[in-house]
């Protein structure tokens, strides 16, 4: 229910930001073999991040936003997917909670 609720909050901030349109770009980002797909990203502001679990453990996803907030958006079962809007310009970092090895950089433009 949290994790729905930030997401909720971070779509429409996202909304707000572009002028009450939707963000049409998803960057689809894979979990496998306890790593992300790519470790870096550069996508524009207002873009959707679409974090899809392949792997065949549980992962757990931290943002860290470029304003400094941390942002625990729950966990994500082998084969199920989370969506996180990435709202404003800057530097975004993504971990696992359960592995604090997997990170992706998020540059938005």
Do not use: W
């Not at 870096?40 to 470029?66: K, Q, T, Y």
């Not at 079962?77 to 997997?102: F, L, N, S, W």
Request: glycine share 10%; aromatic share 2%; with cysteine.
């Amino acid at each position: 229910m949290i994790r729905n609720k930030i997401l909720y909050s971070t779509a429409i901030v996202a909304v707000l930001a572009t002028g009450g349109a939707l963000a049409a770009h998803i960057t689809e980002i894979g979990q496998k073999g306890k790593v992300f797909s790519l470790e870096e990203i550069s996508i524009p502001a207002g873009s959707v991040i679409r974090v899809v679990n392949d792997d065949n453990v549980l992962h757990s996803l931290i943002l860290n936003s470029p304003d400094g907030q941390r942002a625990n958006l729950g966990t994500e079962k082998p084969g199920e997917h989370m969506d996180i809007t990435i709202a404003q310009v800057g530097e975004y970092t993504a971990r696992c909670g359960i592995h604090p090895t997997m990170k992706l950089v998020v540059h938005a433009r």
